[in-house]
């Protein structure tokens, strides 16, 4: 079955800087690629997903890359804000809903004012 | 609210105790998931359930005991649990093959004592 990898566990960063957060997977099947937020005492919500047709995604200021070939994409947020502090965690399935989906571990961001 | 309704929110109960929680999803998907999620293990997938038939059970033990009457409806049925069960559950559902991915209710806190 699918494995999700998920680095770093714990990432800290000063308001305004970029942050980073990167996972691999191992089916090469895999083709949809969501990411979750949930902050503290909340429920996990979707932010932005990516399909193994698209390399990249972007909405405002979050990013998804995929790289199919070394089985890896990442999570880029730009112009880090207080608000932006929350465990984010990656996923991969696949296909959009598909019951298989599997989950990384969890990155705990930190953003400090 | 979500689209996915968690009750109870809070939950104590003793280790001799019997309880249930409940999930109800108001979206018309078609697959639900229960997850642990603890320090140890943020996302740990136990039950999943595809037009009401459990699809999997992810090596869950015995004193966990799900139900899906229909397609709306997840019941986690509780018995005789550890302190270690102590966690929060959250319940998700999704449309398999199409739609968007997964919505998580805000979970039930589980204390065991």
């Known amino acids: 079955g699918e494995n999700v990898e998920q680095h770093p566990s714990t990432l800290s960063v000063q308001e305004g800087d970029s942050a980073v957060i990167k996972c691999t997977y191992s089916d090469s099947a895999s083709n949809y690629f969501p990411w979750y937020k949930q902050e503290l005492g909340k429920r996990p919500q979707l932010i932005i997903d990516i399909r193994s047709n698209v390399g990249e995604k972007k909405d405002q200021r979050i990013a998804v890359t995929l790289n199919k070939t070394a089985k890896h994409f990442s999570l880029h947020i730009t112009e880090t804000q207080p608000e932006d502090s929350a465990v984010y965690f990656c996923?991969?399935?696949?296909?959009?809903?598909?019951?298989?989906?599997?989950f990384g571990a969890g990155t705990r961001l930190t953003v400090k004012p | 609210e979500t689209g996915v309704t968690q009750t109870p929110r809070h939950l104590v109960m003793g280790m001799t105790n019997k309880k249930s929680l409940k999930c109800e999803q108001h979206l018309g998907h078609n697959a639900m998931y229960w997850y642990k999620q603890s320090a140890k293990k943020p996302l740990e997938l136990m039950f999943v359930?595809?037009?009401?038939?459990?699809?999997e059970n992810n090596s869950v033990p015995s004193r966990f005991s799900p139900e899906c009457p229909n397609s709306s409806h997840l019941f986690l049925h509780l018995h005789t649990l550890q302190p270690e069960d102590s966690a929060l559950y959250l319940c998700?559902?999704?449309?398999?093959?199409?739609?968007?991915?997964?919505?998580f209710g805000s979970g039930t806190r589980l204390t065991v004592v």
């Open positions: 996923a991969a399935s696949m296909g959009v809903g598909e019951d298989d989906m599997r």
């Open positions: 359930y595809n037009f009401k038939e459990q699809t």
């Open positions: 998700a559902s999704s449309q398999v093959r199409t739609g968007g991915g997964y919505t």
